[in-house]
């Protein structure tokens, strides 16, 4: 491709909310532009980059058995409501209405229109496994879209759903998309995490998500560097020590009524008390499908939201209000777990043991002091309802845990009979019985994968790109057009490494040196080829985006030397 013919608008400066470093190299380097909120245009160079993400994962999905086709985007209600999501999945479901009244959505995910369509094909376990593919284009209508296409409310996606007989039949399908899926991100170059995870509103029992790790991350990973556990904060459990100071023998001391004035918080009442947040349960006050819950954890720490929703077997979880709190004979700020009668208690493993705890009094500037957790609350119910914290140890083998951020671009999960139960996705075994297909669905955000390669593989000139999935193999720069022989040369270039195989951006703009050199390495295609001043000797200079080597070759040398680095 010539580059002056080639729709590549650069910028110098960048919109001041694009905040990660992906969202603004690709708005510089003209790969998109945004036409409204979270939605956006691949232009030429974006557009190949996708493409080239695209082309490993079909090859990795077909290798591990996998059938490509395309779905629609716009689904009917009534499948929705049938697999119960329609109101379970949320604000995020981009709903409409048809000229007719009838309501549809754009397809978020595809486990109800994948399901009907193999329910209605497939009838004998003659025909399983089977696994489907598609690569498509989904909508979200996100609170808060943000980091360009990190969190869009348009993006291409491929997901997949697999189809078995039994589980053990699932296991095999799972595991071959497990390692697929870790073959399309390391030929994509990027550095990840398969992390233990919640499934949310896809359901399901197993589940892994792949994490690309980067600074700008919005999920937090929770992994130990002596083995190989990873989970992400949803789901990540650890390990407590309770210290000496904490569970101190205090055999004779009963729980006493300390007049705490205004104090509400655990940092305020820490202050005033003068002790650790460690000594503190604190009680946070929960509705569950109508029933008044209190959880109680350790001061310095916070409830996992989604850890309790799954103890307490529920979808949502509320807070209550102060007159609902006040309906149980507490009040807002000064909730404990002694006295309540009329109210479930769970507790976080973090607070077993505790001797010498302090807890709200259920009274208005009153606190509990020296509270002895196994006699004042021994039959309560201890669950992990916590995120992991700073210093915590492993539950697999000890060592202290590591946090990391990470961005997801790709999710496997175990469906089960979820989807072909409320649906009706049956089979006839070999003794005539039917049976409900066993589901599992496989996601990659391969939009998302491309926004997460650009964070990993960049410096303060611009992109460097994996050469896997660059847009163009090599940046053919001539160095002053209007001379005969630079350019004469430059055009053989051009087409013995187009012949060969590889693909090439010729820089043949009327352009200052300068500005060549500064767009390609804000482009970063992996090698660099400047025919200038030894064009008459045959001589160019070659100069390597990732490693910054520059060195000059013979023309002759070439198309070796690019085989040899591109393999």
């Known amino acids: 491709m010539r580059q002056q013919r080639l729709l590549n608008p650069t910028l110098r400066d960048v919109p001041g909310d694009a905040e990660a470093a992906s969202h603004r190299l690709m708005l510089r380097a003209g790969l998109i532009r945004q036409l409204s909120s979270g939605i956006y245009s691949y232009l030429p160079l974006g557009l190949k980059a996708l493409g080239h993400i695209q082309t490993i994962v079909r090859e990795e999905m077909d ?103 039994s589980t053990s039949g699932l296991d095999a399908s799972y595991q071959a998309m497990f390692d697929a899926y870790v073959n399309i991100f390391t030929r994509c170059g990027l550095q990840f995490r398969a992390v233990e995870a919640d499934s949310g509103a896809i359901g399901g029992t197993d589940t892994h998500e792949f994490m690309a790790l980067a600074d700008v991350g919005e999920d937090t990973i929770v992994h130990c560097p002596a083995c190989q556990y990873a989970a992400n904060l949803e789901k990540a459990s650890g390990t407590i020590t309770n210290t000496s100071a904490t569970t101190a023998e205090m055999p004779n001391t009963q729980p006493a009524k300390v007049h705490t004035p205004g104090i509400t918080s655990i940092k305020q009442l820490s202050q005033f008390l003068r002790i650790e947040p460690q000594q503190i349960i604190k009680s946070v006050a929960v509705q569950a499908n109508g029933e008044p819950v209190i959880a109680l954890i350790r001061g310095d720490l916070e409830i996992n939201e989604i850890k309790l929703k799954h103890v307490l077997g529920v979808d949502e979880i509320t807070m209550l209000s102060e007159t609902e709190i006040a309906a149980l004979g507490s009040i807002a700020g000064f909730i404990g777990p002694i006295g309540l009668s009329s109210v479930r208690l769970i507790a976080d493993s973090s607070i077993q043991g505790l001797t010498d705890a302090v807890v709200g009094a259920n009274e208005a500037d009153y606190h509990l002091q020296h509270v002895d957790v196994q006699r004042e609350l021994a039959d309560i119910l201890y669950a992990d309802v916590r995120n992991v914290g700073q210093g915590e140890n492993c539950s697999h083998c000890g060592h202290e845990l590591a946090f990391a951020k990470g961005i997801e671009v790709g999710h496997v999960f175990k469906l089960g009979t979820k989807y072909s139960e409320s649906l009706g996705a049956s089979f006839t075994d070999e003794n005539g019985l039917s049976e409900p297909m066993i589901m599992g669905c496989y996601g990659i955000g391969v939009s998302r994968v491309l926004a997460a390669v650009i964070e990993q593989h960049q410096d303060e000139r611009g992109i460097s790109w994996p050469n896997a999935i660059a847009p163009y193999s090599i940046h053919l720069l001539t160095v002053q057009v209007k001379d005969e022989a630079r350019m004469t040369l430059s055009e053989e270039l051009y087409l013995s490494l187009t012949r060969a195989g590889f693909s090439v951006l010729w820089d043949d703009r009327e352009e200052r040196p300068g500005v060549k050199f500064n767009d390609a390495d804000l482009l970063g295609f992996p090698l660099r080829l400047t025919v200038g001043k030894k064009a008459n000797e045959r001589i160019i200079e070659c100069k390597e985006r990732r490693s910054g080597s520059a060195y000059e070759l013979n023309v002759e040398q070439l198309l070796t030397h690019c085989q040899s680095f591109f393999n």
């Open 63 to 165: 290798r591990a058995g996998a059938q490509e086709m395309l779905m629609p985007a716009l689904h009917p209600a009534e499948l929705w409501k049938a697999s119960g999501r329609w109101d379970v999945y949320g604000p995020e479901l981009m709903r409409l209405q048809d000229r007719h009244g009838r309501e549809f959505a754009l397809g978020a995910t595809h486990e109800e229109v994948i399901t009907t369509l193999v329910k209605d094909e497939i009838h004998s376990y003659k025909k399983l496994p089977l696994t489907l593919y598609q690569i498509q284009t989904k909508y979200r209508d996100e609170r808060r879209p943000r980091f360009g296409l990190l969190r869009g409310r348009e993006f291409l996606m491929k997901d997949a759903y697999s189809f078995d007989r």
